[in-house]
C-alpha cells in the first residue's frame, strides 16, 4: 500500500512561485514512476508533471513546459513540483500520484495511488 501526502499550497499573486511537495510512505518508492495532476473547479482531472523512477524521464503537458519542474528525492521518498511564473489558469488542486508502470504515462488510469491533494490559487 501507498499513502501520498502533499503540502506546499497556497495562496499567491500572479508571476509568483511555489514548490509542492508530496511525501510517499512506502519502501518501494525509488521503484515507482509519479506524477502531479491538477483539478479546477468544474474540469477534470488532469495531467501536469511525470518523473520516471530513474529520474531519466520526465514529461509536461504543454501549459506548464518551461514554468514548472519536476524532481524527486528517492533517499526522502518525496515529490517535488517546482512552480514558477504561475497564472490564474495554474488555480486547481494538485494531486501527486504514484504508478508502477514505465513511461512516464499521462493518463489518469494509469496511476494506482493517488494523494488528497493541496489547494493553489493565483489571484491575478
Known amino acids: 500500500q501507498v499513502q501520498l501526502v502533499e503540502s506546499g499550497g497556497g495562496l499567491v499573486q500572479t508571476g509568483a512561485s511555489l514548490r509542492l511537495s508530496c511525501a510517499a510512505s512506502?519502501?518501494?518508492?525509488?521503484?515507482?514512476?509519479m506524477a502531479w495532476f491538477r483539478q479546477a473547479p468544474g474540469k477534470e482531472r488532469e495531467f501536469v508533471a511525470a518523473?520516471?523512477?530513474?529520474?531519466?524521464?520526465?514529461d509536461f503537458a504543454n501549459s506548464v513546459k518551461g514554468r514548472f519542474t519536476i524532481s524527486r528525492d528517492n533517499a526522502k521518498n518525496t515529490l517535488y513540483l517546482q512552480m514558477n511564473s504561475l497564472k490564474p489558469e495554474d488555480t486547481a488542486v494538485y494531486y501527486c500520484?504514484?504508478?508502477?508502470?514505465?513511461?512516464?504515462?499521462?493518463?489518469?488510469?494509469?496511476?494506482?495511488?493517488w494523494g488528497q491533494g493541496t489547494q493553489v490559487t493565483v489571484s491575478s
Open positions: 512506502t519502501r518501494t518508492f525509488s521503484m515507482l514512476t
Open positions: 500520484a504514484a504508478s508502477d508502470r514505465l513511461g512516464p504515462p499521462k493518463a489518469r488510469e494509469e496511476y494506482d495511488y
Open positions: 518523473i520516471s523512477w530513474l529520474m531519466t524521464d520526465t
